[in-house]
């Protein structure tokens, strides 16, 4: 028994290339599917978690990869880890970078003898070389993708294994990226498993992609085209007759379509594209925040001689259509829905990147609370958890790869980041909410290299998935070439932080540009201010971007002011608020708190909304929402002051120490009382408002020294 020939096979598209392709066989219309039948997708597969039980050291060791070598004086640590939670957000950009090793036995149960085996890891970074009982199964190159390694012939069922991974998040100029604004968390810092799987399988090498590909087309309210690719591959010692039989369910279970291929030949080691066009009546349609429906599709590979399964995969299906126009910006299954959101890193204080599935749900939950519309997963690929999550939530993916800044000028520059893109794109291509994939962010350089590097990739995104829309995150000029490669782009805008006025030049920048190239499509893919949420002050100017001092006051100026010029210009496509939460960035040294970057809208520990998160909540968010500002500067020491309120409501009406402060009304939800003095010692401040029928009340108490 062998394994596939190639951890990756570049196919060249997604129903084409080295395989050989039943595209007739396979193009086999939907059968009716029995009235209100049900159905289970069956599991072949056996995944083993390999997330507990490993040894540590952060070091480079020789002889480390060997089954008998002595591990034990290392650290006992759990998957997801990584060796730099601490020192890589503490400031002074000088946190570990460089090797470390983590080594783990692992018992294969007999009963998988006869399957093939692959060790899945989910992501690690940035350079991991893999060994099982000491035979080497190669090396993968890039900090954000999960990969897989065959170990079949290395792995003994029955008995002890020993599995060893040297990583390293040293600086390679081979590999994106070179450098970037947050730190480069070292170590396997997502889930590590063990799959078993059946000789005829669903390839599991195909970038690691999951080796079926749902492609539609023609979607409507009253129809509906998949195209399923599935990429098989028969690695018994003989030729085998297959069946490759589809079904889709709605979210119910029940069958929504079912059609199956006629036998066909596929030679022992020899792999098989097949293609069946499957069409869906009346479908439930994936719209957004408004509707997250998700069907799912299954594909069986079944043996012909024996009628029996020998490897399913169930990937979900979110019927929609996109579009993007130059005047109207971003449409959802033909209906104008604007792209309001946030950005998001893959960090939290303590855990740094060694996040867990909780942990995402919790990001999330934050994300849906806020209101957003889209989410930009910057600057790399993100655990399959994230995209998941989208999906049923409902949010608009802008998914990208980690080329930041700079690029080297190489021919294995260009192939590890081609085939990050691949991954990319492979990994998570049946997500129904990613909208959008980006070859990049803010090259520092207009060059040759540069431009070479970026119109390969856009064409790549083009070859393979011609149905999304390719974008890019630019901080240079309008005119610059590094934003002419893709359908749509984005820019990086920061007036009133870095530079410039937040009153106005944001609106006029876009305004211009909308003047000047009418048809040019482009969003605003950053913008946002620091804040610390320790430090506050009435109505305070512009603080210096790298000073010590970054009131949270600020911030929420920035915000209402970047959103009132955003809301009213719909040609901009859409809006990323950079960021969603704190995160670490070593090299930086500002607003009080080294290592981190505070433009967040929540604190990296998830502890505290800052208040302009509330103001986009007011906004976005069609929940009640009535909150005091500056509720954390609870020790005063002028009397003289103002109360703001961000709500939903259209009154409020506020009291302080009892006495009446007045109803106000607003029209940005943003409301005002001026004039309000304190008195010495403790103040209570109430608000109330009606917000859907119902009365809501907040207060604080500041007090006055």
Request: aromatic share 10%; net charge neutral; proline share 4%.
């Amino acid at each position: 028994m062998t394994d596939l020939p190639s951890r990756r096979l570049v196919l060249g598209g997604l129903a084409g290339g080295a395989f050989a392709s039943f595209a007739a066989g396979g193009a086999a219309r939907a059968s009716a599917a029995p009235a209100a039948a049900t159905y289970t997708p069956p599991n072949p597969r056996t995944r083993i978690d390999l997330n507990a039980g490993w040894k540590f050291v952060r070091s480079d060791v020789s002889g480390a990869e060997q089954p008998g070598f002595d591990d034990s004086g290392w650290t006992s640590v759990d998957t997801p880890h990584t060796w730099n939670a601490a020192d890589g957000a503490d400031g002074g950009d000088n946190y570990y970078r460089g090797p470390g090793w983590y080594r783990r036995h692992c018992a294969v149960p007999a009963a998988l003898a006869g399957k093939m085996l692959f060790l899945q890891f989910a992501g690690a970074n940035q350079v991991a070389d893999v060994w099982v009982n000491g035979t080497h199964l190669g090396q993968h190159k890039g900090g954000y993708s999960r990969f897989r390694f065959g170990a079949t012939a290395a792995l003994r069922p029955g008995a002890d294994n020993v599995i060893a991974v040297r990583v390293t998040n040293a600086a390679d100029p081979d590999i994106a990226p070179l450098d970037a604004d947050y730190s480069f968390d070292g170590g396997i810092y997502r889930n590590v498993s063990l799959w078993a799987v059946d000789q005829l399988q669903v390839q599991m090498l195909d970038y690691a992609g999951p080796g079926i590909y749902l492609r539609q087309s023609a979607v409507s309210a009253a129809s509906a085209t998949v195209a399923v690719t599935t990429k098989l591959w028969n690695n018994s010692a003989a030729s085998r007759s297959v069946v490759v039989r589809t079904v889709i369910t709605d979210a119910s279970g029940t069958v929504v379509a079912d059609t199956r291929t006629t036998a066909r030949t596929v030679a022992a080691a020899t792999g098989a594209t097949v293609v069946q066009n499957v069409t869906l009546t009346r479908p439930h349609l994936w719209n957004g925040l408004a509707d997250p429906y998700l069907h799912t599709a299954t594909v069986e590979i079944r043996d012909a001689a024996t009628d029996t399964v020998t490897d399913a995969v169930t990937e979900p299906l979110g019927l929609r259509t996109i579009a993007l126009d130059a005047a109207t910006g971003f449409s959802l299954n033909g209906t104008h829905l604007g792209l309001h959101g946030v950005n998001l890193h893959q960090d939290r204080a303590v855990k740094g990147w060694a996040v867990n599935d909780a942990d995402h749900t919790q990001d999330f939950d934050l994300i849906k609370e806020i209101g957003a519309t889209t989410i930009r997963m910057a600057h790399y690929q993100h655990d399959q958890k994230d995209y998941g999550l989208a999906d049923e939530r409902g949010l608009v993916v802008w998914a990208e790869i980690p080329l930041v800044n700079h690029v080297t000028n190489s021919a294995a520059f260009t192939a590890s980041t081609e085939n990050q893109l691949r991954e990319l794109i492979r990994q998570n291509y049946n997500h129904p909410s990613i909208a959008f994939w980006s070859i990049g962010n803010e090259q520092r350089s207009d060059d040759t290299a540069t431009n070479t590097l970026l119109g390969a990739l856009a064409s790549i995104v083009t070859a393979e998935d011609p149905d999304r829309i390719s974008t890019y995150a630019s901080n240079l000029g309008d005119s610059a070439g590094v934003a002419l490669h893709t359908q749509a782009s984005a820019f990086n805008k920061y007036y009133g932080w870095y530079g410039g006025s937040k009153d106005g030049d944001l609106g006029a920048w876009a305004d211009n540009l909308h003047k000047n190239a009418p048809a040019r499509k482009f969003g605003v893919s950053e913008y946002g201010a620091g804040a610390n949420t320790t430090q506050h002050a009435l109505n305070p100017p512009a603080p210096s971007s790298g000073g010590s001092w970054h009131p949270e006051e600020y911030q929420s100026l920035f915000h209402e002011a970047a959103w009132k010029q955003l809301a009213a210009r719909p040609f901009v496509w859409g809006t990323y608020v950079w960021n969603m939460f704190d995160f670490a960035s070593d090299g930086r040294n500002e607003g009080s708190q080294p290592g981190i970057n505070d433009k967040g809208l929540v604190t990296r520990d998830r502890a505290t909304r800052k208040d302009a998160f509330y103001f986009y909540k007011a906004n976005w968010a069609a929940t009640p929402t009535l909150y005091i500002t500056s509720r954390r500067w609870t020790q005063r020491t002028d009397a003289a002051t103002e109360l703001k309120v961000y709500s939903n409501a259209t009154l409020v009406t506020a009291t302080l120490n009892g006495a009446s402060l007045g109803a106000v009304t607003s029209s940005d939800r943003i409301f005002r009382w001026t004039g309000v003095t304190l008195r010495p010692g403790r103040n209570t401040v109430t608000v109330t408002a009606v917000i859907g029928g119902a009365t809501r009340t907040d207060s604080v108490d500041w007090t006055l020294g």
